[in-house]
């Protein structure tokens, strides 16, 4: 059974930095993938970044590219998301995901198999 644990999420102003993590067990594999959804209010929930657990490849999505860094620690089967320069529509409910077999993992969330609870980040203007 798979299961996804986020935590980081807060409040914070324009322009500071926020760092999540995913904690995950019962996924394991070098062909695996996991990465980030976001969902603001009233919005559906978009991709964010996506990383390739074996060799590390990544995905992101253009509005956040240059500012958020998705990484991985394979030994504590933790992904992160480091978020620099964030903007108030950055607002909105984190979620972390696992599994996906869509060569463009960031397009559908229906194509992911796993979620976590989802963190929420505020960002202020």
């Known amino acids: 059974q798979v299961e996804l644990v986020e935590s980081g999420g807060g409040s914070v102003q324009a322009g500071g930095s926020l760092k999540l993590s995913c904690a995950a067990s019962g996924y394991t594999g070098s062909s695996n993938i996991m990465g980030w959804f976001r969902q603001a209010p009233g919005k559906q929930r978009e991709g964010v970044a996506a990383?390739?657990?074996?060799?590390?490849?990544?995905h992101y999505a253009d509005s956040v590219k240059g500012r958020f860094t998705i990484s991985q620690d394979n030994a504590e089967n933790t992904i992160y998301l480091q978020m620099n320069s964030l903007k108030p529509e950055d607002t909105g409910i984190y979620y972390c995901?696992?599994?996906?077999?869509?060569?463009?993992?960031?397009?559908?969330?229906?194509?992911?198999?796993?979620w976590g609870q989802g963190t929420q980040v505020t960002v202020s203007s």
């Open positions: 995901t696992a599994h996906t077999i869509d060569p463009d993992p960031l397009r559908y969330s229906s194509t992911w198999g796993f």
């Open positions: 990383i390739y657990l074996g060799g590390g490849a990544t």
